[in-house]
Each structure stands twice: as structure tokens, then as C-alpha cells.
């Protein structure tokens, strides 16, 4: 299973970035995917994440500015971030968890993705 995501850059307090990122070489079901960032000298933490129902979970610093979405088919996780700010900057992973009911495996296994940087500055 590989996560790859795209979409990271530089952009000015006040704009928008939209990450993607999709799992390939699996025909594992996704139970949720998500985004996770990390700044320099902070642990990462849960941006958004969102379920095979739809069902979404924000951190309360993004919440009115930024959408996570899932094309489940295509197994591609989005992220619309819109109204920047500075500390939005941060190394930001995609985290898939697959459903895996097999003898011997866990229910649940997770994967990452390498990061992307998303950098807020004017």
C-alpha cells in the first residue's frame, strides 16, 4: 500500500491550497482516511479526518476553514484549506486505515504518507 499526496506549496496569509492524496496498490476498503500536520518543535497532530460514512472530524483551530472530503471509489482524500494563516504552516501527512479482516491481522491497519509543506507567509 502506498499514500501519495500532492499539493503542498507556498501561499500568502488569506489563500487557499487544496491537498490531495491516494492509496495505490491496495484493494484493501478504507474505514477512514485523514490529515495530520507537524510543525518545527510541535508533535503532529489531527487536522481532519473522515470516514467510509462521511462522518468528519475537525481540529477546532481549522474548524469554518478547512473541508475534508472522500472519493471512496477512487480511494483520494482532500483537503480544501481556505483562509490560511501562518500558523497553518506545518509538514501536513495523509493516514489511511484499511479494514483488514484477515486470520492473524488487526480489524484496522494504518498506513502514511510522506508529508507535504504547506508554508503560510507574505
Known amino acids: 500500500v502506498q499514500l501519495q499526496a500532492f499539493g503542498g506549496g507556498l501561499v500568502q496569509p488569506g489563500g487557499s491550497l487544496n491537498l490531495s492524496c491516494v492509496a495505490s496498490?491496495?484493494?484493501?476498503?478504507?474505514?477512514?482516511m485523514g490529515w495530520y500536520r507537524q510543525a518545527p518543535g510541535r508533535q503532529r497532530e489531527l487536522v481532519a479526518r473522515i470516514t467510509n460514512d462521511d462522518s468528519t472530524d475537525y481540529v477546532d483551530s481549522v474548524k469554518g476553514r478547512f473541508t475534508i472530503s472522500m472519493d471512496n471509489a477512487k480511494k483520494t482524500v482532500y483537503l480544501q484549506m481556505n483562509k490560511l494563516k501562518p500558523e497553518d504552516t506545518a509538514v501536513y501527512y495523509c493516514?489511511?486505515?484499511?479494514?483488514?479482516?484477515?486470520?492473524?491481522?488487526?480489524?484496522?491497519?494504518?498506513?502514511w504518507g510522506h508529508g507535504t509543506q504547506v508554508t503560510v507567509s507574505s
Open positions: 493516514k489511511a486505515d484499511f479494514i483488514t479482516p484477515f486470520p492473524g491481522w488487526a480489524p484496522i491497519t494504518s498506513t
Open positions: 496498490a491496495t484493494t484493501f476498503d478504507i474505514n477512514s
